[in-house]
């Protein structure tokens, strides 16, 4: 039986410009995707790379979450509005996945903060790979590229020195012009149930990575 993993990213307001989803949206939109497990949706997770807000939704191929995004969406805005957030005219970005579940199906999710990334530029590309912009999902192992081979690709000194730097979840703010914080985030999927995420840039292993990528004039 197929499984969908669909991914949306959007700017919903920032404090102190586009630096931040607040946490009380965070909260909120947990939590209408939440009511929706069981019904349209069978997992969810609620992350945010700088001022985006992102929503990953685990459900059936056959079933639309648009309606559901959307709705997640609007009722954003309307509390960055009611707070008077910084509104970044930069658009939506979206992507999915289908894909009959091995018996472990470890799913990276590479979330870019300030702008969009020629992923493929940076990744091998299949259709186990997919990418919109700031958003990019891929399966790992077996098969595939493993997880270390993925990350590996973040640490390579030419891509540091055009600004991509790879941080942690909670370093991705956009804080500087000329450099681009890259989140990445690892799952396992079984059963339509997500387990994680691995922030999997939160690691010394990368401290050189970053030093470089912040060296950029």
């Known amino acids: ?18 630096t931040r989803v ?4 965070l909260q909120t939109a947990a939590k209408m995707l939440k009511k929706a497990e069981g019904g349209i949706l069978q997992d969810s997770f609620v992350t945010h790379v ?5 929503l990953i939704m685990i459900h059936d191929p056959e079933i639309s979450v648009n309606a559901l995004k959307d709705e997640v969406f609007r009722k954003a805005k309307e509390m960055s509005a009611k707070k008077h957030l ?10 999915g996945i289908t894909f009959a579940e091995r018996d472990s199906e470890p799913v990276i999710l590479f979330l870019a903060g300030s702008e969009k990334i020629a992923w493929h530029e940076i990744l091998p590309f299949n259709p186990d790979c997919i990418s ?23 640490a390579s000194p030419s891509l540091n020195a055009k600004g991509i730097c790879p941080v942690s979840l909670c370093d991705s703010s956009v804080v500087r012009t000329k450099i681009t914080p890259v989140v990445g985030l690892g799952f396992s999927l079984a ?16 401290t050189a990575a970053r030093l470089l990528a912040s060296q950029i004039k």
């Not at 790992?140 to 270390?148: K, L, T, W, Y």
């Open 22 to 25: 607040f946490p009380d949206i």
């Open 191 to 206: 059963g339509g149930k997500l387990t994680g995420p691995v922030d999997l840039f939160d690691n010394p292993a990368f």
């Open 50 to 54: 700088a001022d985006r807000l992102v």
């Open 132 to 154: 919109d912009g700031v958003l990019l999902i891929a399966r790992a192992e077996g098969e595939f590229p493993s997880v270390a081979e993925f990350c590996e690709k973040f």
């Open 1 to 18: 039986m197929d499984t969908t993993i669909s991914v949306y990213a959007r700017p919903v307001g920032g404090v102190c410009g586009a």
């Open 86 to 95: 910084f509104s970044n005219p930069v658009g939506p970005s979206g992507c």
